[in-house]
């Protein structure tokens, strides 16, 4: 076993635990992790989920060359390398085409602030515009929201899924459990009728200095 095998593990890992929440099927969507040496472990294109095993994921360089594995890097990973070229702080980046995101993104429809699983994921969550799936141009599009607002944790590409960040493979995988989570509390919201109250500035100041004394 080479010595990437452990980040591979790491990354086959979530994207397991990816499957079984269903923010991933058959293989839309795609994982991946910077390494400490600056190289990318990066799920593999076109492989269903439930084929493949830890050491099918591939390691790259941030310019996509493959350093390591028999397959391709997602036909994705220029959304990674984008978003990883631009916040040093990023180390894990989740894209999935989970349901709630898709549909809030074909109707352009921001994510209020309606609930913590929002909250902590930095919203509201803004669509962003749309680009060809598989381009250079969703990863500049995407890291540019990230890099304007530097608590924004995920984010909605229109007619297409979502992307999320972290600083870890955990935290990311949070965050993108998070956001779909929220996404599919504001679908139920809005069969009401009725206007979903989004929590208001002095109730999100009170929630982070509560948690803040708890930690």
Known sequence: MGHYFIYKQQVFETTMKLVEVDLIRISAGNISMRLPDGNI??????????????EDVVITDI????IEGKFNPSSE???HYEIYRTNSEVSAVIHTHSRYAIAFSTVEMELPV??????????PIPVADYQCP????VGTGAAAFFDS???????????????AIGETLDAAYQNAYNLET??????????????????TESQIKDIFAHYKKTK
């Open 63 to 66: 310019n996509g060359k493959k």
């Open 77 to 79: 990973k220029a959304l």
């Open 149 to 163: 607002r530097p608590d924004l944790k995920g984010l909605i590409l229109k007619n297409h899924g979502m992307v």
């Open 114 to 123: 309606i609930c913590l699983e929002l909250l902590f994921v930095g919203g």
């Open 182 to 199: 929220g996404a599919e509390i504001y679908h139920i919201a809005l069969q009401t009728g009725k206007k979903p109250a989004a929590l």
């Open 41 to 54: 472990a990066i799920t593999p294109s076109g492989i269903p989920y439930d084929h493949m095993h830890p």
């Open 134 to 137: 598989g381009t250079t141009e």
